[in-house]
């Protein structure tokens, strides 16, 4: 098959796919960069920090999609579906590794770890002024319960901790389900007043895109702290700015996930001492992406492209007229 791989995947698995397979390389190419690059590709093998858009998908040969993870927005959807091009995610592995960065960056802001190795690099002994919480008893809220969310309170729950969380679109099946595993599923207001942490694991969408605003941290239990892994346009970060100020709801905030990413962007929390910012590396573990490269090899292997050409159908592209 002919492949573009347009995001890093493990050596491994790089190496296995172009020795089975004619593998074009474009790692964090722009657009424009990535549509010449797919323009003869069957495949193309894609994780975050890339946008694949109309160019990129009009690839006339292009059958297959694999989003080496879960999010999808930064994929044209749209023509996906117009096109009939197959797209298939591998949210496993990487769930696992953001649920448990989620809990570290929720025991570093408890325990203030950032601040103390901070204050220690600076020799400065501040035993007595780094008071910390436990995570056990705390009430975990949860905004959005996948795959991350969902292990994300097994996780709190195993510490402890007391998790509820809010769905799209809850039910009473659902509301069982997520009861027989230890989750009280409630509404967003209740998980904002009552979540001593509240951690966010939605998809960046239309319904999604500020959902965390002025309005909803005023909402917040005082004192809360909040983490955010799920993608940076969840969050105003201008609010959040003003609620971790002092005599502001929020205690501190987590972020692995910034509304401008890459390098020479900075952060506007990036000044605030109860602030903790990393990279986007939330799956970014050697294990996870072994085991998300093992099973693109798996997807590429098993591909059927005859089959797929006879389900596609042709970009539209509307005239003047339309």
């Known amino acids: 098959m002919r492949i573009l791989v347009a995001s890093q995947i493990a ?34 093998v894609f994780r975050s920090g890339v946008s ?20 999808l927005d930064n994929l044209d959807l ?6 009939g091009i ?38 400065h002994w ?20 996948g795959s991350i969310g969902s292990r994300v309170a097994a996780l709190g729950g195993a510490w402890g901790m007391r998790p509820i969380g809010v769905v799209e679109r809850p039910s009473e099946e659902r509301s069982r389900a997520f009861a027989d595993q230890g989750i009280d599923l409630v509404d967003l207001d209740r998980v904002l007043a009552e979540g001593d942490f509240i951690s966010l694991h939605v998809p960046l969408s239309d319904t999604t895109r500020g959902m965390i605003g002025a309005a909803e941290l005023a909402k917040v239990k005082p004192g809360a702290f909040l983490v955010n892994i799920a993608r940076g346009g969840v969050v105003d970060e201008a609010a959040l700015f003003d609620a971790l100020q002092p005599g502001g709801r929020l205690r501190g905030a987590a972020l692995d996930v910034h509304v401008a990413e890459g390098e020479g962007k900075r952060s506007p929390l990036a000044d605030l001492p109860n ?15 072994e085991e998300i490269g093992q099973e ?15 389900q596609m159908s042709p970009i539209h592209v509307p005239s003047h007229r339309e």
């Open 11 to 44: 050596p491994a698995a790089l190496a296995a796919l172009q020795a089975r397979h004619d593998v074009r390389t474009a790692i964090g190419a722009s657009e424009v960069v990535l549509a010449e690059a797919a323009a003869d590709r069957e495949a193309i």
């Open 275 to 289: 602030v903790v910012l990393t990279p986007h590396i939330g799956a970014q573990t050697i294990d996870a992406q």
């Open 52 to 71: 694949i858009g109309p160019g990129v998908l009009a690839a006339p040969h292009l059958r297959l999609l694999v989003r080496a993870g879960s999010g």
């Open 78 to 83: 749209a023509t996906v579906r117009e096109r």
């Open 86 to 123: 197959e797209l298939i995610r591998i949210p496993g592995p990487g769930a696992q590794a953001v649920a448990e960065l989620t809990l570290g960056l929720m025991i570093a802001l408890a325990r203030s770890i950032v601040l103390a190795d901070s204050h220690m690099r600076a020799a």
């Open 296 to 310: 693109v090899i798996a997807i590429i292997d098993r591909f059927d492209p005859v089959s797929a050409e006879e």
């Open 126 to 145: 501040a035993k007595s002024e780094l008071v910390g919480y436990n995570l056990r008893g705390k009430r975990l809220g949860i905004v959005g319960l």
